[in-house]
Each structure stands twice: as structure tokens, then as C-alpha cells.
């Protein structure tokens, strides 16, 4: 709805508003003048009933004029009385109307939506510019002011195009960048129902769902690469981005196949490649322990026997220590009372020093008593080149949340705190939940 059309609507509900509180009014004043000729009219015919009666004998003269003149102070006594009325209702009929217009204004000044619908509208008439700038590989430049008004700007152009695949992805993209990953995977799915063979629509929606660190949402991207790297097996972007989801998972069998396909091929030194071998190793450390638990002979042999077939110890190239958090979380008494019986405690750490809202690190476990402590460090990474290492301080947030959903809810409870990270160090932090958001 244009400006215009909305003046045109609101004018012509004041006019109606108007002529309703007219109405009664010129409907009393109609009935007043045809009560006053209806009174004359009556007051006629009982004049000429007078002279016939005097005719008939009914009635003397001296009767006849008591009677006259008693109807005449009747008649100009009512036709006072009704110009005293309707003299006087004008000026309340117009105080009251004014009073309504007024309290009407207020009151719709007060509730209406005029900036967002002004920022709206100015969005959408930024939109050329800030699509041209994100195109030319200006993003960085975008404040977050202006990633806002561009989300709301392609909003505001689904409403009038919802086929358009490529509005949802791109409206995907900035939520993401928003922090909103619910918002972001949803309109990310709307682009590939839309364009559901479209290559670069489904790989966006993996690396949505990689974002998240849900282990849901992680088999659901390790599933979208495997049906991509079906169909395209020597693609090395895809392969690595599975390595990396099957990092996250735990998966050592894809890792190995799809980390060695691209180990080769990344550059000396690679942050992504070296996390990757050391996630390797570690899975594979883990298997070796399983294995080692479940071998019940090795005890039963000699002592000589035992020791030449127990599996020796790795050389000490173990990795460095680890940066993060051991963080004990505790509720305050409002909150312990108003948390739900069921649910998940997420723990995630953010950068304070930038407006980026992406996790470096995040643990979700189901809800349980508190006070409860929990390791936040750089394995809990929802990216390998984004972890706690790359930061200088964070912001960490301890959430109680009944569906698990790292976007906020309200009636969530949460508590944070603010602390400077130290490499390679393992910081004891207490974190009290004592906020609910609304």
C-alpha cells in the first residue's frame, strides 16, 4: 500500500467516524420538527372539535375560550422547550466530537507503526544500492544497521515475489550473518524446494546447518554433502566441507576418505588442515582404547608375553594444551523456580570485541540439577578456522532453553559474563543464570 492510498483510507475513516457522531443528532433535530408539526396539527383539530361542540350545544362561548386560550399557552410552552433543547445540543455534540478526534489521534500516535512502516519503506528504496555493494564484494563495508535493512528490504520483496529462489537464499545468507540460524536454514530450505537442482542452493544450506553445531543439523549436512559428492566425487570444496562435518561428528571413516582426498592439496601450514589431522588422531586414539579394552587375553599371559604383545605407548607428540573455559553454571532462586522440567542448558562463548554473533564455541547437554560444570574449549569449535584460539576476550552465555534452539526464545532464562581469553590456558569461570528474556 502506497503513502497516498493510506491518506485516502484514513481520511475517509474519519469522515465515517464523523457523520456517526453527527448522525444521532440531525436524527433528533429531524424528529423534533416533526414532533412540533405534529403538536400543530393536533392543536387545529382540537379547535375546530371547540366550534362544533359550541355549535352543538356541548359547550358554552365563555368555555369554548378558557379552552382556546389554554391550548395556545400549551403550544407556545412545547415550541419553547424544544428550541431551548435543541439550541443547546450543538455544543456538546461538538465538544464530545472534538474530545473523540483527539483521543482517537493520541491514541493511534501512541500504537501505531509509522517508523517500522517509514523504515520499511526506506529500505526498500536502499535496496538497489546495498544489493550493488554486497555484489561487488563490498560486504565488509555493510554496518549492521544496513545488513538490517536489507534483510527487511528482500522481506518486503518475498512478500510480492514468494517464487523467487534467489531472494530466500540471499535473505538465508544475512540471517546467518544475523546470528539467526532457525531463520536462516528455513529460508534456505524455501530456495531449494523452489530450485531443488540447483547446486549452490544446497550447498549453502550445508554450510547453514554446519554453522548451528546441532548434531541434528550436522547428520543433516553430512547428508546433503554425500548426495552432492555423489554426483560430483572429485569436487574438492565439497569434499573438504565433509571432512569437516564428519570432524564435528566424530565420524572417522568419511574424515579419513574425504580428508585424504584433499590433505594433499590444501597449503603447508593450513590452519583447517591441521585441526582436521589432529581430530584424526584423535578419533583414531579413541578407537585403539576401545579395541585395547576389549582384548581380555593380555592379562592371562605372562608377565614377559604381556608386556611384548601390549600395544606401546605413541611417541609424545601429543597437541598443545587447550584454550578455554571450565565454566560452573548456577541458577538464581527466581530463575530456579520459573525453569521448565525439561529441556537443554547451552553454553556458547562470542566475540566481545565485534558485532559478529557466530559462536566461536558452543555445548549443549540436556538440562540437569545445578550447579553444573562444563569444559568450554577450542573442541567445541562450530567452525575449525573460528575457535576461542582466534579471539583476545569473549563473551560467555550459559542458556536454559526447552526446545535446544541456539536462537532466543522468549521465557528463556540466561546468565553471562565477560572474560578475556588466555591461550592455552583452561580459565575456572562461574556464571550465574539470573535473566529471563522476553
Known amino acids: 500500500m502506497s503513502w497516498t492510498e493510506f491518506y485516502i483510507v484514513v481520511s475517509g475513516l474519519i469522515t465515517l467516524v464523523l457523520m456517526l457522531l453527527a448522525f444521532p443528532w440531525l436524527r433528533r433535530k429531524n424528529h423534533a420538527k416533526a414532533d412540533s408539526l405534529s403538536n400543530t396539527q393536533i392543536v387545529k383539530q382540537r379547535l375546530q372539535e371547540l366550534e362544533r361542540e359550541v355549535k352543538e350545544g356541548l359547550m358554552s362561548e365563555h368555555d369554548m375560550r378558557v379552552a382556546v386560550d389554554e391550548l395556545k399557552v400549551a403550544l407556545v410552552d412545547e415550541s419553547s422547550f424544544e428550541s431551548t433543547r435543541t439550541g443547546t445540543a450543538s455544543i456538546p455534540l461538538l465538544v464530545g466530537g472534538l474530545i473523540a478526534v483527539v483521543a482517537g489521534v493520541v491514541v493511534y500516535g501512541s500504537v501505531n507503526q509509522f517508523s517500522q512502516v517509514q523504515r520499511a519503506s526506506d529500505a526498500i528504496v536502499a535496496l538497489p544500492e546495498l544489493s550493488a555493494q554486497l555484489a561487488s564484494g563490498n560486504g565488509s563495508e555493510l554496518g549492521p544497521e544496513d545488513v538490517v535493512n536489507l534483510a527487511l528490504a528482500i522481506r518486503q520483496r518475498l512478500r510480492e515475489a514468494p517464487e523467487d529462489d534467489t531472494g530466500w537464499l540471499n535473505l538465508g545468507r544475512l540471517m546467518l550473518s544475523l546470528g539467526q540460524e532457525v531463520q536462516a536454514i528455513e529460508a534456505i530450505d524455501k530456495a531449494v524446494a523452489l530450485k531443488p537442482g ?241
Not at 569437516?244 to 590444501?266: C, F, H, I, M, P
Not at 525453569?339 to 540436556?366: E, H, T, Y
Request: glycine residues 4%.
Open 198 to 438: 540447483n547446486t549452490s542452493h544446497q550447498i549453502s544450506l550445508a554450510q547453514a546447518l554446519m554453522t548451528t553445531g546441532d548434531v541434528n543439523n550436522l547428520n543433516r549436512a553430512q547428508g546433503v554433502l554425500s548426495r552432492l559428492l555423489q554426483s560430483t566425487p572429485e569436487n574438492d570444496n565439497l569434499a573438504l566441507m565433509m571432512a569437516v562435518v564428519s570432524a564435528q561428528l566424530g565420524d572417522l571413516e568419511n574424515l579419513t576418505r574425504y580428508y585424504g582426498q584433499v590433505k594433499d592439496k590444501l597449503p603447508a601450514g593450513n590452519d583447517i588442515g591441521q585441526r582436521l589431522a589432529m581430530r584424526e588422531q584423535e578419533l583414531q586414539a579413541l578407537e585403539g582404547q576401545v579395541v585395547v579394552q576389549d582384548s581380555s587375553t593380555i592379562s592371562d599371559l605372562p608377565e614377559e608375553q604381556s608386556s611384548a604383545k601390549a600395544p606401546q605407548p605413541a611417541p609424545n607428540n601429543a597437541p598443545s594444551a587447550k584454550t578455554g573455559f571450565n565454566i560452573t553454571v548456577d541458577v538464581s532462586e527466581q530463575a530456579r523456580s520459573a525453569l521448565p522440567q525439561s529441556g537443554f542448558l547451552i553454553v556458547f562463548a562470542q566475540d566481545a570485541n565485534s558485532q559478529n554473533r557466530m559462536p566461536a564455541a558452543v555445548v549443549k547437554i540436556p538440562l540437569q540439577d545445578f550447579p553444573v560444570t562444563i569444559a568450554l574449549d577450542t573442541d567445541n569449535a562450530m567452525m575449525p578456522q573460528y575457535t576461542l584460539d582466534s579471539l583476545s576476550k569473549v563473551t560467555l552465555t550459559a542458556r536454559v532453553s526447552a526446545d535446544g534452539d541456539v536462537s532466543v526464545s522468549p521465557g528463556e532464562w540466561e546468565g553471562s559474563q565477560v572474560i578475556e581469553v588466555a591461550p592455552q590456558n583452561m580459565k575456572d569461570i562461574n556464571v550465574t543464570i539470573e535473566k529471563e528474556l522476553l
